[in-house]
């Protein structure tokens, strides 16, 4: 996987996986989980996609199982949504 190095020194992988329009909150859970098994170290989500809860799950199973080192998750946020209410949101979804 290849990865670029922000300002900040962190590593952002270049390839991710996306849930836009997974709504079933199952499918989104099970495809996030299975993203991160087969290697998948970004996970792209919104506010919007009503799913974020699923992907919070799956993330903390993934932890669970050890398989998630290294993992970011990355959301959207709009320029009329509240940013601290975005970030209190993203924080307990994951």
Not at 30 to 58: F, H, K, Q, W
């Amino acid at each position: 996987m290849e990865f670029k190095t922000l300002q900040n020194g962190m590593k952002m992988p270049m390839e991710g996986f996306g849930v836009f329009q997974v709504r079933d909150k199952a499918e989104c859970k099970e495809s996030v989980l299975n993203a991160i098994r087969a290697g998948y170290r970004l996970i792209d989500t919104a506010a919007s996609y009503t799913n974020e809860d699923a992907v919070g799950e799956a993330v903390r199973e993934a932890i669970a199982e050890g398989s998630r080192e290294n993992t970011e998750v990355t959301r959207s946020v709009f320029p009329f949504t509240n940013m601290a209410r975005s970030l209190v949101k993203l924080r307990s979804s994951v």
